[in-house]
């Protein structure tokens, strides 16, 4: 019975891994840093095997160090443009450019140093918070850890802990909350300072006083940073 079960499951895996990626990046693309100028021309995308578009004929400019707010209802279309931003997708007519360059003619190494993506759904993994944040900087120092987690308003309850960010994660991080979760991943995504930041609902576990202090402390700490803050509802 278990070699049954395991025959099934190595067959999946398989799978997973024969997997070939729907968009490609060119292996002789130079890594060349990018700033944060974002250009979307004319850009209309839609998802394999969808009846309509979920974004058509979208043009706009963002300038480096701009902060960009896309409010709207579930299922408009927010998350889908700014997955276009990391090359999650690729558009189906039209060009994103960052930098001036089109992403398809830049190389994956440059594009993850350039854009950072904070989802929703916070997912951290076992370890400790320091492992966890070092996944934005592999070689971060305790003190980019620690600006990070302020800039996130995580700092407040990483220092209760004696072992502030040695910290134990555990197994799906079933010793923090929804809203410590979503600030520890905030402060995963700026630690690396990247050019461009995406803060996809990212906010939505924690109130509006913590919500507010954080788009401050960005506004302050990340001045350089092209920030996109996608959200169904405005705080003012």
């Given at each position: 019975?278990?070699?049954?079960?395991?025959?099934?499951?190595?067959?999946?895996?398989?799978?997973?891994?024969?997997?070939?990626?729907?968009?490609?990046?060119?292996?002789?693309?130079?890594?060349?840093?990018?700033?944060?100028?974002?250009?979307?021309?004319?850009?209309?995308?839609?998802?394999?095997?969808?009846?309509?578009?979920?974004?058509?004929?979208?043009?706009?400019?963002?300038?480096?160090?701009?902060?960009?707010?896309?409010?709207?209802?579930?299922?408009?279309?927010?998350?889908?443009?700014?997955?276009?931003?990391?090359?999650?997708?690729?558009?189906?007519?039209?060009?994103?450019?960052?930098?001036?360059?089109?992403?398809?003619?830049?190389?994956?190494?440059?594009?993850?140093?350039?854009?950072?993506?904070?989802?929703?759904?916070?997912?951290?993994?076992?370890?400790?918070?320091?492992?966890?944040?070092?996944?934005?900087?592999?070689?971060?120092?305790?003190?980019?850890?620690?600006?990070?987690?302020?800039?996130?308003?995580?700092?407040?309850?990483?220092?209760?802990?004696?072992?502030?960010?040695?910290?134990?994660?555990?197994?799906?991080?079933?010793?923090?909350?929804?809203?410590?979760?979503?600030?520890?991943?905030?402060?995963?995504?700026?630690?690396?300072?990247?050019?461009?930041?995406?803060?996809?609902?990212?906010?939505?576990?924690?109130?509006?006083?913590?919500?507010?202090?954080?788009?401050?402390?960005?506004?302050?700490?990340?001045?350089?940073?092209?920030?996109?803050?996608?959200?169904?509802?405005?705080?003012s």
């Open positions: 019975s278990i070699f049954a079960r395991g025959g099934v499951s190595l067959k999946r895996i398989k799978e997973v891994l024969e997997t070939q990626p729907d968009v490609v990046f060119k292996d002789d693309a130079p890594a060349e840093e990018l700033d944060g100028d974002v250009e979307f021309d004319n850009v209309t995308f839609a998802y394999p095997d969808a009846d309509k578009p979920i974004l058509k004929n979208i043009s706009f400019k963002v300038k480096s160090g701009e902060m960009v707010g896309i409010v709207g209802a579930t299922g408009s279309g927010k998350s889908s443009l700014a997955q276009l931003l990391p090359r999650l997708y690729d558009p189906t007519e039209g060009t994103v450019r960052i930098g001036g360059h089109d992403l398809r003619d830049v190389s994956e190494k440059s594009l993850r140093d350039t854009v950072s993506y904070v989802l929703q759904r916070a997912i951290l993994f076992s370890g400790t918070i320091a492992s966890n944040l070092r996944q934005g900087k592999a070689d971060a120092t305790n003190y980019e850890l620690e600006r990070a987690s302020q800039i996130a308003q995580a700092q407040e309850f990483i220092s209760r802990y004696k072992d502030t960010f040695d910290h134990e994660v555990e197994e799906r991080s079933s010793n923090f909350s929804g809203g410590q979760k979503q600030r520890l991943s905030i402060a995963r995504g700026v630690v690396g300072k990247p050019k461009i930041l995406i803060l996809d609902d990212s906010t939505s576990a924690l109130d509006a006083k913590s919500e507010k202090l954080v788009q401050e402390a960005l506004e302050k700490e990340l001045k350089n940073t092209t920030t996109f803050i996608i959200a169904e509802k405005i705080v």
